[in-house]
């Protein structure tokens, strides 16, 4: 069998692989790279060229691939946990006193302790600005 189709062969399979298992394009790495020596095959026989051009394209594609999945990666995140409660506008159930005495927010079904750098009256609407420990900076 040509040389050049054992390489076309493994590309296949390692594409196959990577539908297979999730998330890391570790395989699509490693089928770019048996795909362009698979293409090297072709043109010439000299093994040490195909071995070449394989040891180059697959680093290579990892880290574009690296770059890529990690540039999706940030734009998709969701905020999740405590994360998620900044930038939500939530109301005061008890006064906050700017001296630095906490007052309280309900966030959801959540009675939270917060405090704020200027006096906000109760049922007043604020924003989550920063979680520290139990204590929601609102403003």
């Not at 394989?54 to 290579?60: D, G």
């Not at 969701?78 to 309280?104: F, K, S, Y």
């Not at 009256?121 to 924003?127: D, I």
Request: hydrophobic share 55%.
């Amino acid at each position: 069998m040509h040389p050049g189709y054992c390489w076309l062969t493994m590309t296949v399979f390692l594409l196959i692989m990577e539908v297979l298992t999730p998330g890391t394009f570790f395989m699509a790495s490693l089928a770019m790279g048996t795909l362009v020596a698979g293409l090297v095959a072709f043109v010439t026989s000299a093994a040490w060229a195909q071995w070449a051009v394989f040891c180059a394209v697959t680093p290579a594609t990892v880290v574009v691939c690296r770059r890529l999945v990690t540039r999706l990666d940030k734009s998709l995140a969701v905020p999740m946990n405590v994360d998620a409660l900044i930038g939500r506008t939530v109301q005061v159930t008890q006064r906050i006193d700017a001296a630095g005495t906490a007052g309280r927010i309900r966030v959801d079904a959540q009675d939270w302790r917060a405090v704020a750098d200027r006096d906000i009256a109760e049922g007043e609407n604020v924003e989550v600005r920063e979680v520290r420990g139990t204590r929601l900076f609102v403003s």
